[in-house]
């Protein structure tokens, strides 16, 4: 019996141990958000994890419709949150951006968020003027001029998945329980036998 409650105790500590090892950063909030559809480009990005990160070990890369990968520089690493700036020069459009991070405890954490936003309008040059005024409508029109309409779809964004990897925390758990369950089985056959 000595021998079971000793082989308990150390699987218990093995599988709490495995437990703690598995609880790794993950990503609680981004700027902007997942799947979210700009009016206008960011000038930065923000990434806030659930640990703080080694600023050493913090990259990003942006790759955009075309499949052109851009290597974004990390502007600031603040605890749990990297800042991320935005190159101004980027075009319009569906962008995912993949990050890995590395937390305060050793794991790396890696994943991806899109997001869109709409190709700025080019701003039209004024036409060359003439110098020879232009003649007088005779005739005009009691109903105005339609205006010319931008019919220009919206772009529509997936969510990325992040590979934080929570399911691995959940299938040791059940494991540990299950565990559990089947040494203090086998202890009360094992006690109902000897007695």
Known sequence: MKRLI???GMLLLVVL?????????ELVSTTPEDGQVLDAPPTELT????????PDFVNFVATDPGGQVLELAVSGVSGPTATVAWPAEAP???WRVDYRVVSQDGHPVEGSIAFAY??????PSPSPTSAAPSPAPT???AEPAPEPTSAEPSPTVA????????SAGWIIAIIAVVAIV?????????????S
């Open 118 to 123: 709409a190709a700025s309008s080019p701003t």
């Open 6 to 8: 000793a082989l308990f």
């Open 159 to 166: 969510p990325a998945s992040d590979s934080s990897g929570l």
């Open 182 to 194: 089947v040494i203090a089985i086998v202890g009360l056959l094992a006690r109902r036998r000897s």
């Open 17 to 25: 141990g495995a437990g703690a090892a598995q609880a790794h950063s």
């Open 47 to 54: 990434f806030t994890f659930n640990e703080d990160l080694l």
């Open 139 to 141: 005739t005009s029109s």
């Open 92 to 94: 319009g459009g569906e």
